[in-house]
Structure formats: C-alpha cells, structure tokens
C-alpha cells in the first residue's frame, strides 16, 4: 500500500477527496492529512506519506513553500499540486520544484484517478528507498546523540520548519534511527518533544496575556489553528482558557 | 470610383479647361488673323498704290523734265531766236524757224507739236496734226499772266489752257513759257510745246499694271483705264497720296489719287482685292503658333494627369482600399516626389498615428474589461464556489448521492474551465470539455431530449481559439432549437482542418432560423443601443453566455475580418453554425 497524504486548509477538500477517489483500487490509502503547510512539516515524520497532495492556496505557509522544503529533504516525495485556476499559471512558473503533476481544482475523480494511476505504474517499476525507513544505513555511533539534539531543539524550536528529518540530515543520521533513539532514551518521540519545548514556551507566554497568534509565531507554529489544537492536546485547555485559569 | 459619381473629377475639369482655353485661343487667333489680314491688306494696298503712283508720277515728273530741257532748246535755237528777233519777219524765217525746231522735235518721241508766238500776234508751229489755236483766249490776260508770272519759267497745262486743240480732238499736255531775249531780256513771244498722252501711256505701261488712270486736275480722262476717270475726286488735288475705299459691284475697292507737282494731272490707281496679301510666314507662324499651343497644352494636361490627377486617382484608390480591408494600413503606391509623396507620407504618418491611438484606444478598453472581469470574478469568488461544490459534494457522497456528486463534479468542472481567468484564448480541446461539461449538466436538466455528438479531427485539438465561442453557440441551440421544438435533439460539434483554416460547426436538429433572423446575426452595423445596453451589464453578458451575437462579433474580432462565421438553415429542421479560424492564428 502506498501512503497518501492530503495537504488542504480545506476540510471538505481533503474529505471528498478521501471520499471519493478508490484508493484501495490504486493500492493505496490515505494515511495523514494536514490543514497547512506547517502543520505538514511537523507531522510529515510520523505520517510518512510516499505521496502527498498540496493545495496551494493554504496560509502562513502556502504549498509552494511547502513543496521546496519537503522537495528537499524527502526526495523520492511524490507531490501532486492542487490549484484553481487563477493560481495556475504562478504554480507553473515554479518550474524548479520537482512536481509530479499540476491538477486544477474543484477535482475531477477520473483527472484524479488517471494521474494517481500514473504514481502507482512509476511507484511499482521503481521501488524506491522510502525517505523514512533507511534503517540499512545503521551504522549506530557509539556516543548518543540525543542529548545534543534535545539541546538543538531548546536553541531552534521556534524555527517553523524544524523537524525530524531536518535535523537527522543536519547530524549525519538515519530519520527512522534517530526516531527510534530518541524514543528509546527520553520516552517521548521527536515531535512530542519538539511541541512540549514549543507549549512550555507557549504556557509562559501565554501569562504574560499575549494575543494566540502572536505566541504562535514565536514558538514556531505561525498557524494559530494548527498551534491551537496542539495546545489543546497539550495542555487539555484551549489558549484561551488556560490564560484565564492562569489569571 | 464610386465616390466620384455625380461630380466633376479634377481630370475632367482639368480638360474641360483646357479645351475652353482651346477654343478661346482658336477664335481669338480667327479674329485677329482677319483682323491683321485686312490691316495688312490695306496697308499692302497702300504700299502697291504707292509704288505704283510714285513709279507712273515719276516716270512722267522726268518726261516731263527732259521735255522741259528740250524747250529750253527749241528757245535757243538761232532759227527759232531769229524768227522771234526780226521785226519784219518773212515766211523764209518762219520755215527756218520750223525746220530748227523739227530738228529739236524729231528727237523726242511724244512730242506733239511746238508753237512760238511773237509778241505781235505771229507764230509758227510745227506738228503731228492739224490744230485749232484761240487766238482770243490767247490776248486775255489771265492766260497770258499765268505763263509771264513765272518769268520764263515752265507750266504744264492742259490743251495750253484750251488755246489749242487737236483738230481730232486727242488731249495734248502743254509746256507753256515766256521767251525772253537773252540779250536784252525783254519779252519776245511765249513757246507752247505739248506732247502727246502716249507719254503718259508709256508711263503706265512702264508699271505693267492696268489698275492705273492719268487724269486732269478736272477730272478728264489722259491715259490709262478709262473706266477709273469716274471715281476722281478733287480731294486727290493734293501732293500727297490720298487713299479711300469705293464700293465697286459690292466689292471694296481701294483707290488712290495723287497731283504730279506742278503740273494738272492727277494719276489714279485701283487696287485689286482679290490677291491673297496675307503673307504665308505670317500664315505659317500663326498656324505653327496654335499647333504650339495646342501641343504644349496638351503636354500641360498630361502632365497635370501624371503628376497630379492620376497620383490622386492612385491615393484615393489606395485608401479606399486599406478602408475596405478594415485595417488603417501604410499606402504603398508608387507616387512621384513631389507634393504628391509628401501627401503620401504625411497621410502614413497620420496612419500610424491614428494606429497607434486605435492601439491605445483598444489597450485601455482591454484593461477595462479586464478588470471588469476581475471585479466579476472577484464577486464570484471561485475559491468559494469551488469549496462549497466540494463540501456539497462529500454531503451527497457520505449520504450516498453519488448522483449529486457526479453532478457537482460536472458542474465543478465546468466552472472551473468556465471561470478560469487569465487567458482569452484556450486550446479547442478545453473548449469541448466545456461544451461536455455544459451539455452533461443541461442534460441533467432536460433529460435525454438533448443528444451530442463530437466530430472533432485530432489535428485540431490544439488550435487556440477564443474561450467561450462555441458554449454561446450550443446553448443558443438548446434554448432556440431543440427546446423549442419539443422533441428529442442532436447537437453535433465537428472540428477540422481546410485550407489551413480550422472550421468548427455547431449543428443543431432544432427549429432552424429564419433567414432575417440570420441576417440580424450576421450584420455587421453596429448594434442599436437598446442592446448595446444589455451587452454592456458584463454580468449578465457572461451569465447569458455572452449571446450569440456577441460571440459572432467576437469572432470576427479575434480573425479580424467579418468572413469567418456562416449560418445555414431550414426552419423546422436544422440550424448550423460555422466558424472559420484562419491558420495566422495558429
């Protein structure tokens, strides 16, 4: 089953879309859906999609953005554009990006189903090494790592496109290793870590009676939806409970 | 040229001048050719009388000298001298006397006769005939005096003033003088010689010409034409020429009169009018004046159609052209240097002014409509649109609709191609997913009364065409075809390739159109404002699909010229509509 992952500020986008398109058919599922590019970015790591669709229209980090980093460091990502039209032409201008296919929307299932046909032909011939799970590469250093990433995380945790993958290139590592590593000595995985440096930063500031979009952007999820739900997980209280609980 | 109809072209005007100025010269030329003929005339006739007077009044002034030398002779003579002398004279003296002087006599041709007179009353004569002498008129003093007051000097008379005649009546001309005696200077008789008018006659012939007449200073006839002697005037008694017109059988006739000095006789002369004065040079240099003319006017006019007429022709006729093409395009004729070429290029400059004010005029009604259709498209909001038709569209399928999915898709689909901004022309291929999308949902709505078919060559799937043209065109055949027909319908889209043309043609098995229905839609005038009104709401210009008249003159735009749509009809049966797209836009 190739993973698929929907990347729409658009709910009823992503759900039609998951509604009606025949992914077992494709042999695939839709395994992870982000509301933005930011949200993307943080989860991608646990979602781990061969396949991602990118709306591109989407705010505080629109899918343009989005497609150069994760071009970058997932680079067998098969990403497939959505736009309406009026974007279109700004879309192809960004012919640098390694896009697999442009698609207009409001989607069509068979303009869907003939361009994802197209993935599963080009996935099935050329079986590629995932962008996660290189565990072959394995060669375990002696010295963990993790204290000096955790100590990175402290310092970089407000750098909006900080993530798992990011930072294994940066230390010379395997993503799955590193993943594994670190839930095996702090208990948590990267990004539970990653968010509770971000919410315990975000929980001082939210004392000092800061607006949720200012702190957002501080700690490093400028999508104030996005950062609400995280504080919620985290927290149990919505931003704005939790200041008035504080009061 | 069209134009040109009804009005004098500058070419016929220009000829029409020419020939006035033609005939104005010809009848000017006429007149004053006769003119200066009859001038020339009489002053030839003046001239020929002149010659002819001063030749018969000179030849007889010099006779008449010689003949006046010779009396001094016959004076002297010892004879003559001796006989006047003696106081008794005999008649052996009077026939001396006559035999000295016939000697003088014999010498001179014309001579008639010689009378010397004593004071006493005797006389000899000598001569050619028998005469008549009034020895009365001879004593009366006035004709004695007339000859002793010029004190031996010559007079000329007449007959001697009537003291003798020829017995046969012919006129002689007299040399009257005193005679003085050289030694004691008194009077001693007076000598009357005369001479005959063959004098005169050689005179006359001595000119060669019959038109002459001698008369007296009384108007009697001396010599020459006889007939003449009754036009004498006394205003020819003068010692200049006098010239004056007569009337002869209906003719003019010139005749000019003139006194020999010191004598009585008055010579005459009659022109003859019916020689040709008029010079040839003068004929041939007035001929070859108006055959100048005449060339050099004619070469003015063909000059002036070169140079002017036929260059403004060609202008015209070039502008008229660029005006039928529908665009303002440069001349290109080949017009002389002059201020023609400067016409010329002022009008190209003008043209590429006036382009490039059309050029202006059409970017700004281009950005006006662009942002119309911005504002539009901003009020339409498509990212809603699209969103809500997803949303809708999960509704329906997570309740199990799938045929209000299918139909949100379809409809998604259409707008999305519908909306899409940015381009003016699209690909044919687009085009006909628009018309599917469009007929998928009207079928929606009307059932299976619509039919479709495609026909489309793939060569031609890429042709850009304008967006939209054939949607107008396919629902004007849904709501003024088949719909109205009220049974089920065929719509057939074909597309191919001819001539490097591409041809696109919408038929429908529909009501069909009237034939002044498809006029009004093929007419080029400019709509009337009451639908320029409805057309200018871009709104319902788009929500309506543009109208199919709208869509025609938007195809006429694109191609530029006003050909490239055809509509072929029967009512009740058929409509169908062709586009025409010429390949310079491919």
């Known amino acids: 089953m190739y993973r698929v992952m929907l990347i729409d500020d658009e709910e009823s986008a992503r759900k039609l879309m998951k509604a009606s398109i025949d992914w077992k058919a494709l042999n695939m599922e839709v395994v992870g859906e982000a509301a933005s590019g930011i949200e993307a970015i943080n989860i991608i790591d646990d979602v781990k999609p061969d396949i991602a669709f990118v709306d591109i229209s989407m705010p505080f980090m629109n899918g343009i953005e989005f497609t150069e980093i994760a071009a970058k460091r997932y680079p067998h990502l098969i990403i497939i554009i959505m736009t309406a039209f009026d974007e279109f032409e700004y879309a192809r201008k960004c012919v640098s990006l390694p896009v697999f296919e442009y698609m207009l929307k409001p989607i069509k299932r068979i303009e869907v189903t003939e361009v994802l046909q197209k993935v599963k032909t080009q996935l099935d011939v050329n079986p590629r090494n995932s962008d996660y799970d290189n565990d072959e590469s394995g060669n375990e250093p002696d010295e963990s790592p993790v204290e000096q990433i955790q100590n990175y995380i402290k310092e970089n945790y407000t750098d909006s496109k900080l993530n798992l993958t990011e930072i294994s290139e940066m230390f010379g590592f395997s993503s799955s290793y590193l993943s594994r590593k670190f839930k095996q000595e702090t208990g948590m995985n990267f990004v539970e870590y990653l968010t509770e440096c971000r919410m315990e930063k975000a929980k001082q500031l939210a004392v000092t009676n800061k607006k949720m979009f200012a702190v957002a952007n501080e700690v490093g999820i400028p999508d104030p939806n996005y950062f609400g739900r995280c504080f919620k997980k985290y927290t149990g209280l919505s931003y704005s409970d939790y200041a008035k609980s504080v009061e | ?586």
């Open chain 2, 1 to 586: 040229m069209d134009t040109t109809k009804g009005k004098k072209t500058l070419n016929q005007e220009l000829w029409l001048l020419l020939i006035t100025v033609l005939a104005m010269f010809v009848v000017t030329f006429v007149v004053s050719s006769a003119f200066i003929s009859q001038k020339e005339r009489y002053d030839y006739e003046i001239r020929e009388s002149e010659t002819m007077i001063n030749g018969v009044s000179g030849s007889i002034s010099s006779s008449i000298g010689t003949l006046k030398n010779l009396s001094r002779l016959v004076m002297l003579n010892d004879a003559a001298v001796k006989f006047l002398r003696a106081k008794e004279y005999t008649v052996g003296d009077i026939n001396d006397a006559r035999y000295g002087v016939m000697d003088v006599m014999n010498a001179t041709s014309n001579l008639d006769s010689i009378f010397i007179f004593r004071n006493d009353g005797g006389y000899m004569n000598t001569g050619k005939g028998r005469y008549i002498v009034d020895f009365e008129l001879m004593e009366d003093y006035p004709w004695r005096n007339n000859i002793l007051k010029e004190r031996g000097g010559a007079i000329i008379m007449v007959n001697a003033g009537g003291a003798i005649t020829r017995r046969n009546e012919e006129t002689i001309i007299t040399i009257a003088r005193a005679i003085y005696d050289i030694n004691s200077q008194k009077l001693t008789g007076i000598l009357l010689m005369n001479f005959s008018t063959s004098m005169l006659d050689e005179a006359i012939n001595s000119q060669g010409d019959k038109n002459l007449c001698i008369v007296t200073s009384d108007g009697e006839y001396l010599s020459g034409d006889e007939g003449m002697c009754g036009y004498f005037a006394t205003e020819f008694l003068t010692d200049t020429i006098v010239h004056k017109m007569v009337d002869i059988n209906g003719e003019k006739v010139m005749i000019s009169g003139y006194q020999i000095p010191d004598t009585p006789l008055v010579v005459m002369s009659f022109t003859d009018s019916n020689i040709n004065v008029m010079s040839n040079t003068t004929m041939y240099a007035m001929l070859s004046m108006v055959l100048v003319f005449i060339i050099a006017m004619i070469l003015a006019a063909n000059f002036i159609t070169r140079n002017i007429t036929k260059p403004i022709a060609d202008l015209t006729g070039a502008i008229e052209l660029t005006k039928k093409s529908g665009y303002l395009e440069k001349l290109n004729v080949k017009v002389p240097d002059n201020e023609i070429g400067t016409l010329s290029d002022s009008y190209n400059g003008m043209v590429d002014h006036v382009n490039q004010l059309f050029g202006e005029l059409i970017e700004k009604e281009k950005s006006v409509q662009r942002a119309e259709m911005d504002a539009l498209h901003e009020q339409i909001k498509p990212h809603f649109l699209y969103n809500t038709l997803e949303t809708i569209g999960y509704m329906a399928l997570s309740d199990g609709a799938d045929d209000v999915h299918e139909a949100l898709e379809t409809l998604g689909s259409f707008y999305r191609n519908f909306l899409s901004k940015g381009e003016h022309d699209i690909p044919l291929s687009r085009e006909i997913s628009i018309i599917k999308d469009y007929l998928a949902i009207q079928k929606l709505r009307y059932g299976d009364v619509i039919n479709d078919e495609y026909d489309i060559a793939d060569n031609v799937l890429d042709w850009q065409i304008p967006k939209l043209i054939l949607q107008p065109v396919v629902e004007n055949s849904i709501y003024h075809g088949i719909r109205l027909k009220g049974e089920e319908g065929l719509i057939k889209i074909t597309g191919y390739e001819e001539d490097g043309d591409l041809h696109l043609i919408v038929y429908d098995s529909g009501l069909g159109m009237e034939q002044d229905v498809i006029d009004k839609m093929l007419s080029t005038e400019p709509k009337d404002d009451k639908m320029e009104k409805e057309h200018s709401d871009v709104a319902k210009h788009l929500l309506s699909g543009f109208g199919l008249r709208g869509t025609i003159e938007r195809v006429r735009y694109f191609c530029g010229r006003d050909d490239v749509v055809k509509i072929r009809s029967e009512v009740g049966e058929y409509a169908e509509i062709e586009f025409i797209i010429p390949s310079r836009h491919n």
